[in-house]
């Protein structure tokens, strides 16, 4: 590893050459490559988060490029999880970026997640997003949701058995209703979300317990205490 | 009486951030909101994802979920766009 890449980061307190190495040793599984997975990912890969695999089983489309800043208009029609792949290793050579050009469900998670350390959803589906869920929680992985709907976001960190998971916060919601993004907006939580991932890289939870709302409109972000729901089917006590 | 906090758009409808609301349930809360708001805001508090004393109201007993009068009953936009 050259250290002078990442001459800027190390000199930051919490993260040092011990915390530069930890990222490099760290593998995350990020699922969806759209509009928060793309600013996402570059910002994990030039931090030199060491392995990335890149999930997402869509093509690119022109009206993804308002707000999906890994593709060019020369992407139209590819495979994002082959671009993203082939863009981000360009990036930054010194890391293992995976692109793998599927749909995350329930049947290959699983598969999915071996030899990651943390999972991010970035998906623009419930269920996508309550299968990972699924899959971290049977093997006890971290998972950091995020989601946009218009000029608001929200991002949560689960740590399972210790904070509220996604079957505990999305039992009876319907998320994809509007479909509502603006880049400026998703960028925004996509770089909160990788805050939040750089740091539990590192051992800190920086939301635990917490929906960390993003309102781009009133430029505020506010933190919601939620805890765990008792009955959840895939965190509960019971 | 429960005390209500919106975010994002529903608190534009509304024109408040917080207040004051009787009802024994959420389905109860949501009766007041659009009588008070009006029907757009109505509608939105319904989509939302709602929390009672801090737990998942699609958690526990939905729109039966019971508030009390020292609940805190939060209307939190559903993100999950990406």
């Known amino acids: ?238 | 009486m429960a005390t209500v906090r919106y975010h994002g758009r529903l608190a534009e409808l509304t024109g408040c951030r917080e207040e004051s609301l009787d009802g024994a349930n959420v389905s109860k809360v949501l009766d007041q909101i659009k009588k008070r708001h009006g029907a757009e805001a109505g509608k939105l508090a319904k989509r939302s994802h709602i929390l009672v004393d801090k737990r998942s109201a699609g958690a526990e007993k939905g729109f039966r979920t019971p508030v009390g009068v020292d609940s805190t009953v939060e209307f939190i936009p559903v993100c999950g766009g990406g």
């Open chain 1, 1 to 238: 590893m050259d250290l002078e890449r990442y001459r800027r980061q190390v000199v930051i307190p919490e993260i040092g050459e011990e915390g530069q190495h930890k990222l490099a040793a760290s593998s995350v599984l990020v699922v969806g490559a759209g509009g928060l997975g793309g600013p996402l990912l570059y910002a994990l890969a030039g931090a030199g988060v060491g392995r990335l695999v890149v999930v997402d089983g869509d093509t690119v489309s022109l009206s993804n490029l308002n707000r999906q800043f890994l593709f060019e208009q020369d992407d139209l029609g590819r495979p994002k999880a082959e671009v993203a792949a082939r863009r981000l290793s360009a990036f930054n050579p010194e890391i293992t970026v995976e692109g793998i050009p599927l749909q995350l469900e329930e049947q290959n998670a699983a598969e999915l997640l071996a030899g990651c350390q943390l999972a991010v959803a970035a998906v623009d589906n419930l269920p996508a997003r309550l299968a990972l869920n699924a899959a971290c929680a049977g093997r006890n992985i971290p998972l950091i949701n995020g989601g946009v709907e218009g000029w608001y976001g929200s991002v949560q960190a689960v740590e399972f058995g210790k904070t509220p998971c996604l079957a505990c916060c999305y039992a009876g919601t319907d998320p994809e209703v509007g479909g509502q993004a603006l880049g400026a907006v998703t960028g925004t939580v996509a770089s909160l979300m990788a805050s939040v991932a750089i740091q539990m890289l590192l051992g800190h939870n920086p939301i635990p317990g917490e929906l960390l709302l993003y309102d781009g409109k009133r430029m505020a972000l506010e933190k919601v205490p939620v805890e765990r729901s008792p009955g959840c089917p895939v965190c509960g006590k019971g």
